[in-house]
T-cell receptor
Framework: EAGVTQFPSHSVIEKGQTVTLRCDPISGHDNLYWYRRVMGKEIKFLLH????????ESGMPNNRFLAERTGGTYSTLKVQPAELEDSGVYFC??????????FGPGTRLTVL | AQTVTQSQPEMSVQEAETVTLSCTYD???????LFWYKQPPSRQMILVIR??????QNATENRFSVNFQKAAKSFSLKISDSQLGDAAMYFC???????????FGKGITLSVRP
């Protein structure tokens, strides 16, 4: 069974540009989560999808971040326009309705 | 709000020795879950062990075991017979219930000396 995958693994962009991160959850997992770790700080929750619906987006930092999960399968997280403080590692996780979340390898975003 | 504290930023252990990583948390809930995740330098975060708060028995997974002290809100991870492959960043995490968001500690970097 394939695990959670994320693309790209690393992205370097200039301030003001747009970046889109993608997450493919484990097949059949209705719950999809996005988290972010800024250098030296805790991993912080961003938002939670149940199928295609946003269950909890209380962790989204501002309206420059837009997450979608069309069809309840893969999800994208768009940052537009990117700012320096958006740099960090973005993790995606999925679960099949149990308490255990399975994480992807993360996308390292660097905003210059 | 729930918080998770990992006060030690780094630890080092000799190969084959035992090491204990500390974690405390704060919650007003009585039922919840606790986890230890491991993130090796390759960045894939892996679940090491989970504990259900309503179970008094400490969870074990091969060389990994926890010391869960519910009243003290403490959840430490013991790694026995440490191996070079155990070198990683370890995160303690709290979950109030299934289909909820995880709250993480800052993590601890564990190095293993050959």
């Amino acid at each position: 069974e394939a695990g959670v995958t994320q693309f790209p693994s690393h992205s370097v962009i200039e301030k003001g540009q747009t970046v889109t991160l993608r997450c493919d959850p484990i097949s059949g997992h209705d719950n999809l989560y996005w988290y972010r770790r800024v250098m030296g700080k805790e991993i912080k929750f961003l938002l939670h999808f149940v199928k295609e619906s946003k269950q909890d987006e209380s962790g989204m930092p501002n309206n420059r971040f837009l997450a979608e999960r069309t069809g309840g399968t893969y999800s994208t997280l768009k940052v537009q326009p990117a700012e320096l403080e958006d740099s960090g590692v973005y993790f995606c996780a999925s679960s099949g309705g149990t308490d255990t979340q399975y994480f992807g390898p993360g996308t390292r975003l660097t905003v210059l | 709000a729930q918080t998770v504290t990992q006060s030690q930023p780094e630890m080092s252990v000799q190969e084959a020795e035992t090491v204990t990583l500390s974690c405390t948390y704060d919650t007003s809930e009585s039922d919840y879950y606790l986890f230890w995740y491991k993130q090796p330098p390759s960045r894939q975060m892996i679940l090491v062990i989970r504990q259900e708060a309503y179970k008094q028995q400490n969870a074990t997974e091969n060389r990994f075991s926890v010391n869960f002290q519910k009243a003290a809100k403490s959840f430490s991870l013991k790694i026995s017979d440490s191996q070079l492959g155990d070198a990683a960043m370890y995160f303690c995490a709290y979950l109030p219930g299934a289909n909820s968001k995880l709250t993480f500690g800052k993590g601890i970097t564990l190095s293993v000396r050959p």
